[in-house]
């Protein structure tokens, strides 16, 4: 029989093992960036449907960090989905308890942090996020929106309902010029989501002034 000693051991041997496969795991420039990010999170804005989630989560095994999704979140916290607290009790009770939420998340970076949809148009969420992270908006164009919605019943989504293509215009022009306000831009589009979290980490090491690797050079033949 292993006793509870030798059992400890061996699980944070294991542990230990883990973290360094880990730490291996993740390329020299990534870890730059999470040293340049400190305590901030990447933050991903956008219209529903731009991919934050899973590109999100792709970008935080990229670095290393945890993934945190805010909708997700707020429904655990509340016991009921967004569409139910829609329907309970109204977008300014959501608004308000998302915003709360958000404020709380920003406190355990370095992560990466999917927001949702109208999250970024509340002003006190928009400082919390620059005091607290760096800013992508994931921007996609209608047509990309739209396709990617359909998949998803708009029950789902408290944002859409009525006429689909035509809110999605509307919230479009609403958010769009309050989106512009993130620290960066990078295009969701119709490519493997890898050649998108590529660009958000060109940027980013942009933003933080992190050099490039040298590219190595092949032998003459």
Same mark, same amino acid.
């Given at each position: 029989m @292993?006793?509870g #000693? +030798?059992l400890g051991?061996?699980?944070?041997?294991n542990? $230990?093992g883990? *973290?360094?496969?880990?730490d291996a &795991?993740v390329a020299?420039?990534?870890?730059?960036? *999470?040293?340049?990010?400190?305590?901030? +999170?990447? @933050?991903? @804005?956008? $219209?529903?449907g731009a991919?934050k989630? +899973?590109?999100?989560?792709?970008?935080?095994?990229?670095?290393g @960090?945890s993934?945190v999704? #805010? %909708?997700?979140e707020?429904?655990a916290?509340a016991g009921?989905?967004?569409a139910?607290?829609?329907v309970?009790?109204?977008?300014p009770?959501f608004?308000s /308890?998302?915003?709360?939420v958000?404020a709380?998340?920003l406190e355990?970076?370095?992560q990466?942090?999917?927001?949702?949809g /109208? #999250?970024y148009m509340?002003?006190?969420t928009? &400082?919390a996020i620059? #005091?607290?992270?760096i +800013?992508i908006?994931?921007?996609a164009?209608? %047509?990309?929106?739209?396709k990617?919605?359909?998949?998803r019943a708009t029950a789902d989504r408290? $944002?859409?309902q009525g006429d689909?293509s035509?809110r999605?215009?509307?919230l479009?022009d609403?958010r769009?010029?309050v989106y512009?306000?993130?620290?960066m831009t990078?295009?969701?589009?119709?490519?493997a989501h890898d050649?998108? *979290?590529?660009?958000?980490?060109? %940027?980013?090491?942009g933003?933080?002034?992190? &050099?490039?690797?040298?590219?190595t050079?092949?032998a003459?033949?």
């Open positions: @292993v006793n #000693a +030798s051991a061996r699980r944070n041997r542990q $230990m883990e *973290v360094a496969a880990h &795991a020299p420039q990534e870890t730059a960036l *999470v040293a340049a990010l400190g305590r901030r +999170s990447v @933050v991903l @804005v956008g $219209m529903m991919g989630s +899973s590109i999100g989560r792709r970008l935080a095994q990229r670095l @960090v993934f999704d #805010a %909708d997700a707020i429904e916290a009921m989905t967004i139910e607290i829609f309970s009790y109204g977008e009770y608004r /308890g998302e915003q709360r958000i709380r998340l355990g970076g370095p990466v942090l999917a927001t949702g /109208g #999250a509340n002003a006190e928009r &400082a620059a #005091a607290k992270g +800013s908006w994931l921007k164009e209608f %047509d990309v929106l739209m990617r919605v359909k998949r408290p $944002m859409l689909p035509q999605i215009r509307q479009m609403e769009y010029p512009a306000e993130a620290d990078v295009m969701s589009r119709d490519v050649a998108i *979290v590529n660009e958000i980490i060109a %940027d980013l090491t933003h933080f002034g992190i &050099a490039m690797p040298p590219l050079a092949q003459a033949p």
